[in-house]
């Protein structure tokens, strides 16, 4: 399902409609869908919107099993989206243990939402 939320984020990123080739739609790991969307051109309000495109990506991915049972077999436990490539944005950089953790942090939400019926 990760290869789904990955390449959503990217196509979203983009100012007009691509094609989306093979290789984008299912690569062997995330790393390639990162490399394979490097020459996408971003929306000119991109960094407005990518909180709430997120959000509804997560939230589609949760709500369907299995993702929704692990996610509240971990209870109340934090979540973090610990990385080596110094993402501060959506992680943590576990070199400088420096970041805002947003996945991590929208991820508990729509767990607490599931949780309590909301969602």
């Known amino acids: 399902m990760w290869n789904i939320i ?21 690569p062997k ?5 990162k490399r394979a969307s490097r020459n996408i051109k971003l929306k000119e309000n991109w960094d407005k919107i990518k909180f709430d495109v997120m959000l509804r990506c997560l939230n589609k ?3 369907q099993e299995p993702f929704k049972s692990k996610l509240i077999e971990t209870g109340d436990a934090f979540i973090m ?9 959506w ?20 767990r607490t939402e599931i949780i309590t019926g909301k969602l």
Do not use: A
């Open 29 to 33: 790991n995330p790393g390639l869908v």
């Open 6 to 26: 990955q390449l959503s984020m990217r196509i979203c990123l983009q100012s007009h409609r691509i094609k989306v080739g093979r290789n984008f739609v299912k």
């Open 81 to 89: 989206e610990g990385n080596w490539w110094n993402d501060t944005y």
């Open 91 to 110: 992680g943590v950089c576990l070199k400088t243990n420096t970041g805002h953790n947003y996945l991590g942090k929208l991820i508990m939400s729509i």
């Open 61 to 63: 991915k949760f709500t």
